[in-house]
């Protein structure tokens, strides 16, 4: 089998997705709480060491991103890393990674609209989990049914919401170390408690599995790629643009966030970005946090939606799966009307 029959197999997605959207997509699936709330986590493992676990990370995320970037160019297809498998290893390997995937994101999708559901309690206890459970999974699967246009357009705003809460972090931080309006905290904090590296390298280790988490999700960029508007020109710079952007708000908002608050009380159950917007005097700090971890859960579930969708069509056009799972509706997404169903009754099942 010819390495262009598993890409011709799969045609017939429309190419409506700009290289804009793509970098924020890959975003919106990387940034939730991995950083708003593991982040924490990772601290407690390695202590302010942990600054040396997300290097650690973002340069494994650079490399890996490097080489799917390359080969998304050259096969953009909606089977992606899986049909790559099959291309160069064999069918069963295939076969393998794009079931494994899936099922991964289908267990992701189902903790997702369980968390988004727990945050809206903030808000409304009254109201049961169940019904934003529905609200959230019918939601979802219309966004996913109507275009990929639509899903890029959804997933954009998502992930600018969680931008904006990084970099207003990143902006009052800053002032408070640097006595912008007040008295200048500075860095000391970073060696105050038994070193920059309390834990040893033992614990920077540790934290590099945490941070990886953290870059989860960028790998989306390389399953958009058969429904990219230009992949050749796009994807790579899609590609570059988030990894580094993705690498410059993670190193920032844990150097600000372990200046401000040692990193002996960063862990613990309450997300560290609320223990700094708490010190800082930011209103309703708790509030903005759960409404901000809400857009990345849902978001999250979206993308991973999109995700399960598009390995499903693969492995069906690769006569893995039901046929009638590659089939496309008039939007061109692969929600024909039966498929549509069946992913809306899982999505609510989980």
């Known amino acids: 089998m010819s390495k262009n029959h598993v890409v011709e197999r799969e045609q017939g997605l429309h190419r409506a997705l700009s290289q804009r959207q793509l970098t924020m997509i890959a975003l919106g699936s990387a940034i939730g709480t991995g950083l708003f709330f593991g982040s924490g986590f990772a601290v407690s493992l390695a202590g302010p060491g942990v ?11 650079l490399i890996m991103m490097g080489c799917l970037s390359e080969m998304a160019v050259a096969h953009p297809t909606a089977g992606s890393f899986g049909a790559y498998a099959e291309m160069y290893v064999g069918p069963f390997a295939g076969w393998s990674v794009r079931y494994t995937y899936w099922a991964c994101q289908v267990i992701a999708i189902g903790g997702e609209v369980v968390a988004a559901a727990i945050y809206m309690q903030y808000w ?5 989990s169940w019904v934003w459970m529905v609200a959230f999974s019918v939601a979802m699967v219309y966004i996913n049914a109507r ?6 357009a959804f997933e954009y705003w998502f992930a600018l919401i969680k ?5 207003f972090f990143i902006i009052t931080g800053a002032a408070v170390l640097f006595g912008i309006g007040t008295e200048p905290i500075g860095f000391s904090n970073l060696t105050k408690h038994d070193g920059f590296l309390p834990l040893g390298l033992t614990g920077v280790w540790m934290g590099v599995m945490m941070a990886i988490f953290s870059f989860i999700g960028v790998e989306v960029v390389a399953v958009t ?4 508007k230009d992949p050749e020109k796009a994807v790579p710079k899609a ?6 952007r993705l690498i410059l708000f993670y190193l920032l908002s844990l150097v600000i966030m372990l200046s401000v608050v040692p990193w002996v009380e960063a862990g613990g159950k309450v997300s560290p970005f609320v223990k ?6 930011i209103p309703y700090a708790a509030g903005i946090m759960n409404f901000v971890v809400l857009t990345a859960a849902l978001s999250s579930m979206n993308a991973n939606l999109y995700l399960t969708s598009r390995m499903m069509f693969s492995l069906a056009r690769g006569q893995y799966a039901p046929s009638f799972l590659g089939k496309l509706s008039k939007a061109g997404t692969p929600f024909e009307r039966k498929s549509a169903i069946k992913d809306e009754k899982a999505v609510i099942s989980n």
């Open 51 to 61: 600054i040396l676990s997300y290097v650690i990370a973002a340069a494994c995320a």
């Open 147 to 152: 275009s990929v246009a639509n899903f890029g």
């Open 225 to 228: 790629s058969g429904e990219a």
């Open 124 to 128: 409304f206890p009254g109201i049961p």
């Open 163 to 167: 931008i904006t809460a990084i970099v």
């Open 239 to 244: 590609m570059r643009t988030m990894v580094l």
């Open 276 to 281: 700094v917007f708490t010190i800082i005097g």
